[in-house]
């Protein structure tokens, strides 16, 4: 399904990340489709990441951790979550179509990021809902 966005709703996006996981202090929030298309890319200033690849990688990642949920069953496993030594990434599904991707740095509790990003979905899935399905 694809949607249409106008200025007023990206920016609504572009705000809702800004304000509500940005100020957290992490490194980086995307936005994608499941596809790997880029719908907001904020960051601290200070990433040096290659977005259009990672968000196209995101997608793939995600595409293939559903296939594995379905082979054993599941429906879906909705959030995804990479540790790394300095950099962690989490990646939380926004209805059908969208990903949200996280980048940040242990300094960041895991336990309060999901809790915020479970209330900036809430106002991205309302932003969403007002474009509705071209």
Same mark, same amino acid.
């Given at each position: 399904?694809?949607?249409?966005?106008?200025?007023?709703?990206?920016?609504?996006?572009?705000?809702?990340?800004?304000?509500?996981?940005?100020?957290? $202090?992490?490194?980086?929030?995307?936005?994608? !489709?499941?596809?790997?298309?880029?719908?907001?890319?904020?960051?601290?200033? +200070?990433?040096?990441? !290659?977005?259009?690849?990672?968000?196209?990688?995101?997608?793939?990642?995600?595409?293939?951790?559903?296939?594995?949920?379905?082979?054993?069953?599941?429906?879906?496993?909705?959030?995804?979550?990479?540790? $790394?030594?300095?950099?962690?990434?989490?990646?939380?599904?926004?209805?059908?179509?969208?990903?949200?991707?996280?980048?940040?740095?242990?300094?960041?509790?895991?336990?309060?990021?999901?809790? +915020?990003? !479970?209330?900036?979905? +809430? +106002?991205?899935?309302?932003?969403?809902?007002?474009?509705?399905?071209?």
């Amino acid at each position: 399904m694809s949607y249409i966005l106008d200025q007023e709703q990206l920016d609504g996006l572009e705000e809702a990340l800004t304000t509500d996981l940005m100020t957290l $202090g992490i490194q980086s929030v995307i936005l994608i !489709d499941m596809a790997g298309n880029v719908i907001v890319n904020l960051d601290d200033g +200070k990433v040096r990441h !290659d977005v259009y690849s990672l968000a196209a990688l995101a997608a793939g990642n995600f595409g293939a951790v559903s296939a594995m949920a379905s082979i054993i069953g599941e429906e879906e496993f909705s959030l995804l979550f990479h540790k $790394g030594k300095s950099e962690n990434i989490n990646f939380t599904k926004i209805m059908d179509d969208f990903l949200l991707v996280s980048i940040f740095g242990n300094d960041v509790s895991l336990g309060y990021l999901r809790l +915020k990003i !479970d209330e900036v979905i +809430k +106002k991205i899935k309302s932003l969403i809902d007002r474009a509705g399905p071209s």
